[in-house]
């Protein structure tokens, strides 16, 4: 049955059912494609052939019986988000996480599983028990107390799919992914476009997510503010920075931030908030710095911090990776690697003709 696919695809593609009814001109209606989502009814060929090429899949895809979940979905995002909004990255998060796990396939892989720290899941009951989490995943994984160069890398080694998705007002989410005869995996969605240290915290924040277990008396705001510490304290750990700074400071410079920033690659922001939290700058000089990163105007979007550091230089490249592999050994031809990759065959030649120069 095609429910489950063809709900998923319309949302991608960001239609209703009477937008989709009149991409295909009105071959079937808006009624009758919801009874195709509800598998009270199947298309006949041509509807099926027609409902395909409205969305940008496969006859395949939409036949297939492998069904991927998303479970307990986490948005980083602006309050004004909409359900729609929602909905559609949810979906274009599983179209595209079915393309990666169809190559780790084609390419008789088997899926990297969740890697989970030894010492996880680490109980926190008060924000500054993510400190303690954050060095013992640290621990756990050999990273010892120097910067991460590539953190999507070093997530996707430890089997969470990170993926890079064009987004407006979500920056993220995370979630567990069920799927048929498989064991739950880890997932995490970036916004493509972002700095390069906003994905980093972001991805660090989500793993914060997965390897804290919070008390039932934590509000979510305070969850949040955990997963906050968390990430300071994995991207930036507290002896390197002490080492760096010192232990007790009334003032520090943007030049001195600027350079801490492009060690540890996080924004100057969350340096100063680790500085608070770690004691090292006082109330009143964290303050002081805030008010000068208001006046400048990097609080808001587009967040263009001194030594802003380019999208490109933090983006998952595994699934892309493997996709040239599986074109070099001829499984697949360019069509259906630009298909996967979800560029046109152009594109495709252009990146293949780069990477040869």
Not at 57 to 75: C, M, N, R, W
Not at 301 to 307: D, L, V
Request: net charge negative; proline share 5%.
């Amino acid at each position: 049955m095609i429910g489950h696919r063809l709900r998923i695809a319309r949302a991608a593609a960001g239609l209703s059912l009477r937008d989709l009814s009149a991409q295909i001109d009105g071959l079937v209606t808006a009624q009758a494609i919801g009874k195709y989502e509800r598998n009270e009814d199947m298309p006949r060929s041509g509807v099926l052939l027609a409902l395909a090429d409205a969305l940008n899949v496969s006859e395949e895809y939409l036949l297939s019986d492998d069904d991927l979940v998303l479970e307990g979905v986490e948005f980083r995002k602006k309050p004004d988000t909409t359900a729609r909004e929602e909905a559609a990255i949810e979906a274009n998060s599983i179209h595209l996480l079915e393309r990666y796990l169809a190559i780790e396939d084609l390419l008789h892989l088997k899926s990297v599983d969740w890697e989970k720290p030894r010492s996880a899941p680490h109980p926190v009951s008060d924000i500054r028990d993510a400190e303690d989490a954050a060095r013992s995943v640290r621990e756990d994984w050999g990273l010892g107390n120097d910067p991460i160069p590539q953190l999507a890398e070093l997530l996707e080694e430890r089997g969470i799919k990170v993926l890079s998705l064009s987004l407006q007002n979500i920056d993220g989410l995370a979630a567990k992914v069920r799927r048929k005869d498989h064991m739950a995996a880890r997932l995490v969605v970036v916004k493509s476009d972002a700095w390069a240290e906003r994905k980093r915290f972001t991805l660090a924040h989500e793993l914060g997510h997965m390897v804290m277990d919070p008390s039932p008396d934590m509000s979510e705001e305070e969850i949040e503010k955990a997963a906050h510490r968390f990430a300071g304290a994995f991207l930036i750990p507290a002896d390197t920075l002490r080492a760096e700074m010192g232990s007790n400071r009334s003032s520090v410079s943007i030049g001195e931030l600027v350079a801490l920033k492009e060690r540890f690659g996080v924004s100057i922001q969350a340096i100063a908030y680790r500085c608070k939290d770690l004691g090292i700058l006082n109330q009143s000089a964290f303050v002081r710095l805030f008010k000068l990163f208001n006046q400048r105007g990097w609080r808001k979007p587009p967040y263009t911090e001194p030594g802003a550091i380019p999208p490109k230089w933090e983006e998952p490249k595994r699934f892309e990776r493997l996709c040239y592999r599986a074109l070099a050994e001829n499984m697949i031809g360019e069509p259906r690697a630009a298909e996967l990759l979800g560029i046109s065959v152009r594109e495709l030649g252009i990146r293949l003709d780069s990477a040869v120069q």
